[in-house]
């Protein structure tokens, strides 16, 4: 594993980069599990090619029910793969040979880098790393407070903006904890995509720590209001089609998802959501989400 350079860090301001193509729209019908595991035929990883040079993985329902979203992004000099799965095993879930082959495409040369980062530390978005533990050219940040955080700077500065440069394309980078202690979203000035690991997507938002994710929700809403923002990102979809409704934990077939992508006018309806919270804590269904606060 190489050591690899980490990002340039600022206070604010955006990155001057070309704005974001608007001709590939994100219509995508996602494998979503089946009936039967044992009958399930679908892929263990799909891919979605969004352009040449943006890829967006899902895991199969069926390997695990968490079904998260990854995200593969090249640039000129190196990719990021943002989150690594919920599953280790390269016999369930062969990311490694995925991604490998992804990058044979696109970049067969040798010496062509890899890094891999992740939204959070929980265990559904960073089991695959060991795949590429012995990968050449490869540095992988662990996910936890004490190595990620530092990799960003955010353990000097956790309002800095972070700048992981893939050679020709800089992705900005945000501590925002509220999710989980260590979240890290994300943005993409070349596609215009705001990752949002699980602080933001259509399902459960699971809120460990309420004043956090109240500020983290604020900084998104003032950073996606300066910058051409054309989707938000989740690693999840756990809403169905009927508004306020979610699947079941552990559902391994939801063949009535809603779309991925939000806006960042969700942005704004998860704040005013938040300003409901009663001291109850308790459980708040929304058309698009659902506010789960929890100590």
């Known amino acids: 594993m190489d050591a690899g350079s980490g990002p340039n860090r600022s206070a604010g301001g955006s990155t001057p980069q ?10 995508v019908a996602w ?17 979605h090619a969004h352009d040449e040079d943006t890829y967006i993985l899902r895991q199969n329902m069926a390997v695990h029910y968490e079904a998260p979203f990854l995200f593969l992004l090249f640039g000129a000099d190196r990719a990021v793969l943002v989150d690594t799965g919920a599953t280790g095993s390269d016999a369930f879930f062969p990311l490694r040979r995925v991604v490998d082959e992804l990058i044979a495409a696109r970049h067969p040369e040798d010496g062509y880098g890899l890094l891999v980062l992740h939204t959070h530390a929980h265990g559904d978005h960073v089991a695959g790393d060991g795949q590429f533990a012995d990968r050449p050219h490869t540095t992988v940040v662990d996910a936890g407070l004490g190595t990620a955080w530092p990799y960003f700077g955010f353990d000097a500065d956790p309002d800095a903006v972070a700048r992981v440069d893939l050679g020709g394309r800089v ?3 945000l501590a925002t904890p509220g999710h989980h202690e260590t979240a890290v979203t994300f943005y993409d000035p070349a596609t215009g995509f705001l990752l949002t690991g699980d602080s933001v997507y259509p399902g459960r938002l699971y809120i ?15 950073f996606a209001a300066r910058r051409p923002v054309t989707h938000v990102l989740g690693c999840h979809i756990e809403m169905t089609a009927v508004p306020g409704v979610d699947y079941p934990v552990r559902t391994t077939y939801q063949p009535d998802e809603p779309p991925l992508q939000l806006t960042p006018d969700h942005l704004r309806r998860v704040r005013a959501a938040l300003t409901e919270l009663g001291e109850d804590r308790a459980w708040r269904p929304y058309d698009d989400f659902v506010l789960c606060p929890h100590d």
């Not at 070309?18 to 219509?27: K, Q």
């Not at 494998?31 to 891919?47: F, L, M, R, Y």
């Open 18 to 27: 070309s704005p974001p193509s608007r001709e590939h729209p994100l219509d």
């Open 31 to 47: 494998i979503h599990g089946s009936p039967s595991a044992k009958h399930n035929t679908d892929p263990e990883i799909q891919v």
């Open 171 to 173: 992705l900005e980078c």
């Open 208 to 222: 460990q720590d309420v004043p956090a994710f109240t500020r983290s929700i604020d900084r998104l809403i003032d």
